[in-house]
Every structure is written in C-alpha cells, then in structure tokens.
C-alpha cells in the first residue's frame, strides 16, 4: 500500500518497549443510533451454527456455518445459499470471511503444513471469483495466510505468521498484516497486526494488534497513519471492517468478560447487542457503503446450551440518508 508512511523500526521498537505509546483516537460513549435486528441461520440439514462474516454493497452476505464438527463457507444472495469449500483443501474447514460488489469473496481453510520446521496444519487464504474460481491467497514464506475483506478492485486484506504460538508482538512477532492484489504483496511492518477491513484504494485499513497472546486491541491505519481506537469500557477490542464513509465495526470484551459489537460512526460510539434475555454475547463483523451491519450472538437455552446465530443490523432510512 503506497500511503504507508510508517518508520518500521521505530515504531516496531516503541511498542514492544513501552506498550501502548501510540495516539488513541477519542470516541464518544453514548449514541442515538437505532438498529434494527434481524436473526438468520444457513437453512440446511443438520446446521448447528450459523456466523455472518461479511457483506457488499448489494446486500449478500458471506461467513461460515457447521454440521456437526465440519465447517464450511457460505454465501448468501437474494434468499439463496450457496456452500464454498477450497477444492484441495482439508475438509469442512473452510470460512468465507468478506465479499465485495462484484462477487468476489475471500477466506481461509486449513491444510496440512508444507514449511519445515512448522506445525502438521496450516491456515492459508483464497479469493473466489463470481464465476466460482479459486485463486490462493500465500504470503511467500509464511506458514499461516488469512484473508479476511476484499475491496470493489480487488485489493484483499488479512494477516500472516508462521508458527502458531509466535502471532503475538512479545511471542516473536512475526504475524503483520498485508495488502494483496494481483499476485502482489505489502506486508505492514508493525508486529503482532492483522487487517480486517479496508476501504477503495486503502485510504483506511482496520484491524486487531496483539501485544501478548490474551490481550488485543482494535487499530485503524488512515491515510498511513496509524492508532489504536479507544473502544470505551474495553479491556480488549477487535476492528473487524470498515465502509466508505470511515464506518467501523467491531467487537470488545468488557471488565465483566462479556462480548459485545460495537459500531464507531463520525467519533460516536454505539454498543451492539442483539436484543434478548438470553443473548450472552454479540460480535459486529462486517459492513456495506449503506451502513447495513452483519455479524453473530450466541444465545443460550433454559437447558445451557449455547446456540450461534448471524444477524443482520439497519438503520432508519433517514439516518443512512444523513450519514
């Protein structure tokens, strides 16, 4: 990504030494946004759990459902499912993560690992083309590759690292976060980061930034500049997408360990939580030009059992018209 203006080393240094140096960026804690709600689930035998992951312009809608242990990735367009599976791949490990307004979607699965020494699995990237061709997404060199959103021209976002115990900055840090397309990539050179979320042309990149492998704090990279975002009442907070209009999303943990999604809209901040008694945690994962937001909650039943749902949250019309 050609805007980035960072001093590698520097900055590198400055937050491995001393922790949390960088600018925040100052959020307000109340909102007047409403939200509707709508529940769904992928409708096919035998489907345990449902994750709204991404969305594009037009309203499909990309993620990851389950039948028993096996997982796969999912699309969603005008009432019809359709099941995406990395041919070659381990199965019923693929996830479906961002789509953009041409169809093309982006994901991860697992396979078995090909770098030595290195773990027996590894994470690797693909992008599907509308017409259902893969494409592998493989940071040269790095044992694991996640791709996470895609832009309208095809710039792909997500993250790389090798061994699975060494993502985080104090664990060796060799997990950053890149920009491909067209066969080329752009790592970012702060350690411990992964892109979630990126707008046209990159003018803004968002994502998560692990300093230790239990702590995690959402970041957003404009115009190459880069902070960490003061999610209130947080303890750890995750940048999952964001819009043209600079709209993110994303989740938190609280001082009481619950999860709830979060939208930060023009500095206002608004909680996300699907609505019900028996809602125990809500995640905001991706978000279209028209402010319509998709993500999960879990839910338990009178017996315990925890159950996962994708949603989709809009806005008054004449909010989305403001905005």
Known sequence: MKNLRIAALTIAVALLAVGLTVPFETVLAGSNHHLNFKSFDVDLPGVTLTQALGINSEGDIVGRYQ??????????????????????GISGTTQAHGINSEGVVV??????????????????????????NFTAIDFPGAENTFAIKVTPTGQAVGCYHHQGSDFAASGGGTMHGYVYQNGTYESFSVPGTMHNGITRHGRIIVGVWFPTPTEFHAYKVEEGDYQLLDIPNSISSDARDVNPSGETVGFFIDSAKSTHGFLLSKGEFTTIDFPGADVVSTQARGINPRGDIVGFYVSKDASGVSHTHGFVATRDKDEVEEK
């Open 107 to 132: 994901g991860l699965y697992t396979d078995h690992g090909t770098i030595v020494p290195g773990d027996a699995l590894r994470t690797r990237g693909y992008l599907r083309d509308a017409s259902g």
């Open 67 to 88: 039948v028993g242990s096996a997982g796969h990735g999912f699309l969603l367009s005008e009432g019809t499912i359709t099941t995406i599976d990395y041919p070659g």
